[in-house]
Every structure is written in structure tokens, then in C-alpha cells.
């Protein structure tokens, strides 16, 4: 049963939130008959909603499946549900709403307020636009930014529904890669055979049992792993204490000391960002010269060692990659690269790189130099050693249970073949028709003219906000899906209010990896406001262009969720299964055995990588063939375009992580965003000698400023930062002063979009540097939480003006599809966690090597992994 917000709202609910009138009740609090307990769950864990006398009156967490419940889910789920950043209603831009046929004044994106409109008007100025844009420009003209299916852990995530309805109507040009692992995602293929980054890991009893040493590369567990894609039930937090307890030894190399450093009390050694690589050439070396390295390991297991030890030994440049050069580098002494290098290589030692190491220029070489130096030291594919790049992503390292998990609605094929890396938004749009090449394959950007965003915050995501703001002009419409007034919906036209999970049914999996329990999302509440779920609006758009049948497939949002669980290994029917809110699926006890890799090191001819050689390739004659300029053949340290060694007087290099109390930019509108903050602006934490240097104290506003822009956020000032690095966390929302400045601390203001290299195009976001000091002419305080104005319309829209039905006639149905089972199921089940990939992005040897991580995760039968491989096939990457 919702909860009626009528009643709910009656004695200011911003006033009780604020109040904490909502009461937070321990796990095993038992409840009288008159109070309601209802299921939800979240990317930040599982819950009950406690109901009494049709109000909400607080939420309990699940102890059975959570040990850790964090804060964004014990309050922060709330308090942003009944935000003033809510979008109440459907909302046109003035200048849009004024003219739909003519200027829209595009400048005036960001700036000028809203006209609250009804459903009907705002549905068909959509469908206008769309249908005008495929008639006169064609299907290629309509973007989609909404990539990231970060929004909410349910099945019915709006990317997918969004990719559904366009894909019925001829589709729509798409993103390619993802900010998270970009770079790695498209050399490791090439390399190890598998994406790495989105597979898992050694199954912690294994580590437990063997490992000796467990290296952190710029890796926080801890942080990283409060959330994951589908739910979060933190289970694997409490193996790592225990790892320490037992005594295994950890070693953090990262310029800041992290909350897993302090828990786990690692060893620190400070290094200077983006130079990791240069370490890592370093310690192979070392081993090398020292004749540490397996050469048998190297001879049955790899290949391109002659190449890449050319490098290594300075046959190729006449420099010798020894720790010395790497110490000028990397600011690390040379006794301590050496003393690291030989730990790792005498005792079973595991390394867990993270994402954030690879969002920098070069991004495709660090990984590789791990994956070279964990295989020169023979460690590759045995128990509790060897290198993993995902132990902070889906608690990397719980067993996997093998089962089928509830799929959401298939995306279907996309007719449309253009795809942009997201990296390169604005150069797309800035440069309609220019080439370029993403994995060695030639490209064209589309001419864009409409941008459809649900569901993806892109004015936070995208680097150099200066940059995108601009480029954004060339675009006639842009259309935001989403239930808050974020910097994505303020910079839109068309502004549709979708609910948030508590407001719908919905149905997700836990964990990421271990995929051993599925939750009923069951509706707590009302929509807010007029508030649509992403369903119902992208099914009233395809009643407009004649596809209401196929998008729908006859079926309710109910019938839907019923018919995916059906589907799956749950092992409750599905009505006790929606009345108990959870079902568990059981992990074989095989699964606490896993070892990353054992196959191909047990029998390396009977189970090779899918590479080339089959092989790990510590040379890639593949990259080679491409012939990229600034992505050699072998992991290379090359210097960024900007870091400390070019750095000039004053300038720091900035790193932006994540943050500690939100999702990227979700949680930025909540009351724990004060975790985050200083009087309301985004934190950037200073090594104390460098705050000194410039006269800027705990707490003071500081201007942090480049040649691409300037962020005003609150100081603080921290021993655990390095100096010369100062850290912004990414997410704050976007509000700029009058004189440009971000008032709210957003970090994209000062990041460049210029590509890590031409193989991936990928985000070099943490390749920055700026200057700081204490801000002395603040305008306001943070308006970025507040909704914008919203002003009376003076006129009705003209619908018959639009001549809908004359465009939609021209473009709406007749594009049905017929979609294979193996295709729908690769659409359905197989996003790798973010936007659809294409087919034809990678090989079909490629697929295979990378499926053997991705069906697990999805849950697939044998049966079906078969026809997912014979879709992939016909359709991959000659």
C-alpha cells in the first residue's frame, strides 16, 4: 500500500525531515499489527519502510544482509525524497515555452526560469522535437547522454527503458565507454583477454588463507564499496578487518592516506600522481637485473618480453628504467621502490589496483605495467597473488553463486551505429561529422541536434563544465528525465519529474558479484507531486509514434517484474517472494575457492586467454597495428600533459575521488552532504604546509582556479594529504556567481576533456592542476540546492501548431524489430554496468574472454550464455 503524501505532508514535511521527526528503529525492533513494514532496496543497501496510519514514520535497515549500514541509506534516501530540489511538476524553459517553433534562446540555458506546464503539453512539445528532429536531420541527430544506469538498483532503469523506446522508433546515437574505467576497459582486452576491470576477484577465503601482502594502488575499498551497482550489502568489509587481524601486511601507494589506510593500518608510500607507471617499470626492472624475475613463468605464460624489456633496459631510448630514474619521477626514494619491488616478489603478495589510477593521461599504461610486473614475478593465476582491479567495485572478492538473476526489458538493437565516447561530448559537438577512432576503429561524430538525458546527471559527469556549457548552444532541444532540479535539469528545455525508486515498484539483485539474494523494491510512497516513473513517460511517448504495442509488450510494470523473476533461479514463487521483500540463492561451496585466472596458469593451452597469442601480452603487436602516437605497444611512463613535474610556481596537482556521503553527484542535495561540506560548499582538503604557504585555515572559502575555470569550495585541512595535491570530490551540483565561478565547489569546472589517448578516448580527469587561495569576495552562499524560479505562463502552447500529427506520421512505427534470444538477452542482461555496448566493439575472441566474467554477473544459464556467444558472433568486430 503507498502512503498518501496528502497526509504525509501535512505538518511541512521539510520542516519534520529537518527535524528528524523520522526515526531510525534497530534491526530487530518488532512492530505492532497496525504498523506497515515494507521492503525497498537501494545501491546503498536494503531496508524496510515503517508505515503507521498511512504515514512514513522511519525506515529500518536489514542486519541479516547488511552488516554496514551507512548513513546514505539510513537517512539520506529520505531526506532527499522530499527535497525543495524536487521537480514537482513538468517544467519548460521560459524562452522554450515562449517559442517552441522558433529561437530558443539557448544562451540562456542555466540562467532563466521555468513555466510549470501539465502533462499532455510537455509530452507532446517532446514528441515535436523529437519527431521534428528524425524528420529533418534523421535518427542520427538524437543523442542520448544517459549512459550510466546509476540512477537506481532496479531492472527498470530509465537508460534502458530510454534505449527501448528509440531503438522502436529508429534509434538514437549513443555513448560508448564510461568515465569509470574507460581506458582500462579498452586496453585490457587486448592484453589479458578480459575487461579486469568489471571482473571479479579471488574469493576472499583464498586470500585469507595465502596472502602475505596485500598492496592498495590507489585503491579504497572501504569507500568505494558503501555502494555498488545493482544493492549493496557491504559483506565483505568485515573479511577485510579480519585480514588484518590474521596479520596480513598492507602497503598503500597513494598520495593521501584513506579510510581503508586507517583501518587496515597500512603502510604509506606517498607518491606523485600519474606517475605509477614509472614505478611499476621501475620494480620490473629491478627484478630483472636482479634476476628475481620467473623466467619460466615468462616463457610458458606470456609474450613480448624482448620488447618490452627493450624498453625496460634502455635498448630502445638508452635509458635505463632503473629506481633511481624512477625516483625523479615518482618522488618515491629508490631504496624504498627496491625494497617494494622485493617484497612483492618474495612474499604471496595480492595488488588491488584502483579505477582512479587510470582516469589520467596515458590512463591505458598503468594498468598494463601492473598487470607486466605481477607476470615478469611469475604471480599470475595462483592463489592469493598476482594483481585484481576491482576488489573496491561490487565487494570484489565475495564467492559468486553462478545463478540466474531477474533481467530487465531488452534494449533491443540499436539501428544507429554512431557512438560517441563520453569523454568527447563537447569536441562531438562542437565538431559535427569530424573523425576520429576509438580502438583502432574509424569514426564520425553525428550532428547532433537533440539531447535526451534520463536518469544521468551530465553537467556533473562531463569534464570542463566552461567547455560543455558553450558547446551546448549548437543543441536545439535538450529533454532531462529526472526527479530533481540537479545542474542536468536546470540546463534542459523540457523537464520531465520521474519518481524516485520509493515512489514505484521495482526489483533488484545483491551483490554486484556475488548475485546470491533478489529484492523486492516494493512502493513505499505516492509520487511527489505529478512525478511519472520512467516506464509510464517513455510509454506515453511510444503511444505517440505508434509503438505502444512493442515497447510495452502487453505487458503492466507488474507483469513485467513477475515475468523477470520468473525467469531466474528465485527460489520462492513469486508471491512469496513480493510478500517477504527477499529470497536467497545459494553459492556452491566450489565458489569459495575461485582463484582469478587458475585455469589458464593450471593449463594454459587447454584454457588460453582470449589474446592474440593467447598469452598475456606484455607487448601488444595489436596496438602496434594501430599505430597510435600516444599509446605505444608496451606500458610506457610518459609524461601527462600537466603534473607536478611541469607544475608552475603555485600550482598544485588536483585529484577528484569519490565521495564518502554520496554517489557521484546523488546524495548532494541530502542533509549528509554536510559530511562533504563546509557552510554548504564541497570540500577540498589541504596538506597543512600548503595551506600555511597561502594563509588559508580550516573552514575559509578557497578559490581553486585554471585556465578552463574556478570552483569556490571549504577548506579542509588534513596531515593525510600529500603536499603539492589537493582533493575535490566529485558530485557537488553546479551553480555559478556572477562572475562564472562555481559557487558550490563542482570539480569539472577546472578538469580538461582532452582524451587519455586516441585508443580509448577516455577521461583524463585526474591529470590537473590549479592554483589555490583563501576567497575574499564571495557573492551568496550555495544556491546550487535550491530550485530554480519558476514563473506563471502568460499563454497556452499552440499543440496544433506543432503539427504533431503530420511528423509523427512520418517517423513513428514501422520499425519494428525482431530480436534473436540470444540478442535479448545480451541487451538485457549484459550492459557491463553501464551504457549498452555495441556488438561490434570488440572481436568475437574478445567477447569470449570477456563474457567469462560478465555471465557470471548476469546470471545466465548455459543454455543461454550459448546464444548470447551466436549473437555476439554474427555481430562482432571483424
Known sequence: MAISRRNFLKASLASAVAAQGLTLFPADKVFASDTQVIHHATHYGPFKAIVKNGKLIGVQPISEVDDFPTEMLTKGVLSRTYDDTRVMYPMVRKSFYEDPLGDHKPHLRGKEPFVRVDWSTAIALAAYAIAKTIQE???????????????HAGLMRPQTLQGRFFNLIGGQSSCSGDYSAGASEVILPHIIGDLEVYSPQTAWEVIEQNTEVFIFVGCDPFKTNRIEFTVADHQMHQHWLEFAKKGIKFISINPQKTHSDIQLGSEMINIRPGTDTALFSAMSYHL??????????????????????????GTEDGVKKTP?????????????????????????????????????????????SIINFAAIAGKIGKPGVGCGFSWHYGCGGMPQSGKRMPIGLSQGRNPVTKTVPVVLISEMLNNPGKAFSRDGTPKTFPDTKLIYNSGNNLMSHQQNTNELIKALEKVDTIICQDPWWCASSRYADIVFPSTTTLERNDMSSGGTYSNNKIYAMKQVIEPVGESLDDYEIFSRLAFLFGVYDEYTGGKTMMEHLRHSYENSDGTDDF????????????????????????????????????????KIELYSSTIASFDIADCPPVPKWLPPFEWLGNAKEGQVQVLSPHPWMRLHSQMANADINSYESVDGR????????????????????????????????????????????????????????????????????????????????????????????????????????????????????????????????????????????????????????????????????QWEGITKSMFPKAGLSAADQKLVLEFLEKNAKK
Request: charged share 20%.
Open 682 to 845: 564541497q570540500i577540498v582538503m589541504i596538506n597543512k604546509d600548503d595551506a600555511k604557504k597561502r594563509g588559508v585555515k580550516d573552514g575559509d572559502v578557497v578559490e581553486v582556479y585554471n585556465e578552463r575555470g574556478t570552483t569556490l569550495c571549504g577548506a579542509k585541512i588534513s596531515a593525510d594529504c600529500m603536499p603539492g595535491v589537493i582533493y575535490i570530490h566529485e558530485g557537488a551540483w553546479l551553480q555559478l556567481d556572477d562572475k562564472g565561478r562555481c559557487n558550490s565547489g563542482s570539480i569539472n569546472m577546472l578538469t580538461s576533456s582532452q582524451p587519455c589517448s586516441g585508443l580509448s578516448q577516455a577521461t583524463s580527469a585526474n591529470t590537473c592542476l590549479a592554483y589555490f587561495k583563501k576567497c575574499t569576495d564571495v557573492e551568496s552562499a550555495n544556491k546550487a540546492y535550491e530550485p530554480p524560479k519558476v514563473v506563471p505562463s502568460t499563454n497556452s502552447v499552440d499543440i496544433w501548431s506543432l503539427q504533431l500529427g503530420k511528423r509523427l506520421k512520418a517517423v513513428g512505427g514501422g520499425k519494428k524489430q525482431t530480436q534473436s534470444k540470444g540478442e535479448e538477452l545480451f541487451y538485457g542482461s549484459c550492459t557491463l554496468c553501464h551504457a549498452a555496448p555495441h556488438p561490434a566493439d570488440y572481436t568475437i575472441g
Open 324 to 368: 633511481e630514474w624512477a625516483a625523479t619521477i615518482t618522488g618515491v626514494p629508490a631504496e624504498q621502490i627496491v625494497r617494494l619491488a622485493e617484497t612483492m616478489v618474495k612474499k604471496r603478495t595480492q595488488i588491488a589496483a584502483g579505477w582512479a589510477l587510470q582516469r589520467a593521461d596515458h590512463g591505458e599504461m598503468i594498468h598494463w
Open 575 to 614: 508471491d512469496t517472494f513480493w510478500k517477504n521483500g527477499i529470497t536467497f540463492l545459494q553459492t556452491p561451496e566450489a565458489a569459495d575457492a575461485y582463484v582469478r585466472h587458475a585455469d589458464f596458469y593450471a593449463d594454459p593451452k587447454k584454457h588460453p586467454l582470449h589474446t592474440p597469442s593467447g
Open 288 to 313: 630483472y637485473a636482479t634476476k628475481q624475475h620467473d623466467q619460466a613463468y615468462i616463457d610458458k605464460y606470456t609474450t613480448g618480453f624482448d620488447k618490452y624489456l627493450a624498453y625496460l633496459d
Open 137 to 151: 536531420h534523421g535518427n542520427e541527430a538524437v543523442f542520448s547522454s544517459s549512459y550510466g544506469g546509476w540512477s
